[in-house]
């Protein structure tokens, strides 16, 4: 399955033109604060009809932390948000499709990656 990362569902709701697939309650979160108030429920009504939303569960919590420790020590660190990302994506064996090129420094720790322009 394919989790979408934020950039991507959000170019999904400027065209209108939805993939089947998952977002993380992350990505949900990061589009919900960018919404005006009086049209937050309905988005998030739309999204969560368009997407599986996917919790943040024990083993990606798991995931996060070996990977922020990982890339803390090689000094690369990430945001939080798009680590719980990644981490969602590989705890449950998704391709997490993104435009973010910054995602690709944890393809070496088990990230399917699927990077568009």
Do not use: P, W
Not at 28 to 38: D, N, Q, Y
Not at 83 to 91: G, H, M, P
Request: proline content about 0%.
């Amino acid at each position: 399955m394919k989790l979408f990362d934020t950039s991507i569902a959000i170019e999904h709701i400027k065209k209108g033109v939805f993939e089947k697939g998952a977002i993380s309650v992350i990505t949900l979160i990061e589009i919900l604060r960018r919404v005006a108030s009086e049209k937050r429920a309905r988005v998030k009504e739309l999204l969560e009809k368009v997407y599986s939303v996917i919790d943040i569960s024990n083993n990606a919590i798991l995931k996060y932390c070996e990977l922020y420790s990982q890339l803390k020590e090689r000094g690369e660190v990430l945001s939080d948000a798009d680590l719980l990302i990644a981490a969602t994506a590989i705890a449950h064996d998704f391709v997490l499709v993104t435009k973010d090129k910054d995602f690709q420094r944890i393809a070496n720790y088990g990230l399917k990656l699927e990077l568009r322009t």
